[in-house]
């Protein structure tokens, strides 16, 4: 599966949206690109996942560039408990496991 | 949606003892279950793949006979860490999911083991 960069933290304002990147410029043309997140002390929790076309859910919006090189995960109006790290991941399913990188930590402040 | 339940939450044993990590899927079944380490300030690292009614997959550096995996049912994957040290305690957490290799995993609560 293809690696993934992400910053190590951002900050975002309770109720503006919170934009965060994930570089994955090695992603091949079967590879989905997966969003979780886990909150402090929690089991991760899936976001949502895309190919190519932009997905949105419940949760949150995936945006891929039309390279699919990057992605975007969009939460439209942050809280509070949206601060987790939040894990942007590369996967064929080739393999059954997903593997995890260090994630971006989203604090949503006050 | 998918729920993957895990029990305990929370264990504290002395060294020397074993302690027993249970992961169901509430909802579905599962042929696959995927057990996580996770030290603190660190992200997830997978330990075991656990199969149902075959031996489970240990990723490399994994000691097979301490952290022991039984998959007996569609439903039922357990971690027993044996001998437990200090350094064993870690956040451990499973996962399965509901279809093929493309559908999201879904993650248990973790259980928190502390070794004195």
């Known amino acids: 599966d293809a690696k993934t960069t992400q910053p190590t933290s951002m900050d975002c304002a309770e109720g503006r949206a919170a934009n965060l990147p994930c570089n994955h410029s090695?992603?091949?043309?079967?590879?989905?690109v997966y969003w979780y997140r886990q909150i402090h002390s929690q089991g991760p929790q899936y976001i949502i996942h895309?190919?190519?076309n932009n997905e949105t859910n419940e949760m949150a919006s995936l945006i891929i560039t039309e390279d699919r090189k990057s992605s975007t995960l969009i939460l439209p109006h942050a809280t509070l408990r949206d601060t987790a790290v939040y894990y942007c991941i590369v996967h064929s399913g080739s393999a059954r496991q997903l593997t995890f990188g260090s994630g971006t930590q989203l604090t949503v402040l006050p | 949606g998918a729920v993957v339940s895990q029990h305990p939450s929370r264990v504290i044993c002395k060294s020397g003892t074993s302690v027993k990590i249970e992961c169901r899927s509430l909802d579905f079944q599962a042929t696959t279950m995927f057990w996580y380490r996770q030290f603190p300030k660190q992200s997830l690292m997978l330990m075991a793949t656990s199969n149902e009614g075959s031996k489970a997959t240990y990723e490399q550096g994994v000691e097979k006979d301490k952290f022991l995996i039984n998959h007996a049912s569609l439903t039922l994957s357990t971690l027993t860490v044996t001998s437990a040290h200090p350094e064993d305690s870690s956040f451990y957490i499973c996962s399965a999911r509901d279809g093929g290799n493309r559908s999201p995993l879904h993650f248990g609560n973790g259980t928190r083991l502390t070794v004195t």
């Open positions: 090695t992603i091949s043309g079967n590879e989905y």
């Open positions: 895309g190919l190519k």
